[in-house]
């Protein structure tokens, strides 16, 4: 199996756990310290899922899934979006405010 397929995999396996943890703060409702607890591990599942998709265009993923959140975002992408603002020449565009404006 490539890489490639290990990490489909991976990703589907995870997937399907936040659905059951999902579906298990539903039933024990978000009021109970069991609830809370599945919605809270859910979240931070597809928080770190989707960071694991802007990391992989604008950051690295060279990092453990139970890594702390703010260190994904500062050392594994805030510091590659910091060296792209620094190589930008300071002119900026002008914004487009509507379609086909002249």
């Known amino acids: 199996m490539t890489d490639a397929e290990d990490r489909a995999n991976e990703i589907g396996r995870r997937s ?3 659905g ?9 409702g978000y009021d109970t310290d069991e609830g809370k607890l599945a919605f809270l591990l859910a979240e931070r599942e597809r928080t770190v899922a989707a960071l694991r998709e802007i ?3 604008h950051g690295d993923n060279d990092w453990p899934p139970n890594l702390y959140l703010p260190d994904i975002i500062n050392k ?3 510091n590659y979006l910091d060296e ?10 002008e ?3 509507s379609r086909g404006a002249t």
Do not use: F, N, R
């Open 84 to 93: 792209s603002i620094d190589d930008d020449d300071g002119d900026a565009e």
């Open 20 to 28: 059951i943890l999902q579906q298990a703060g539903s039933e024990l």
């Open 95 to 97: 914004p487009v405010t």
């Open 76 to 78: 594994h992408l805030g």
């Open 16 to 18: 399907a756990w936040v």
């Open 55 to 57: 990391c992989g265009v």
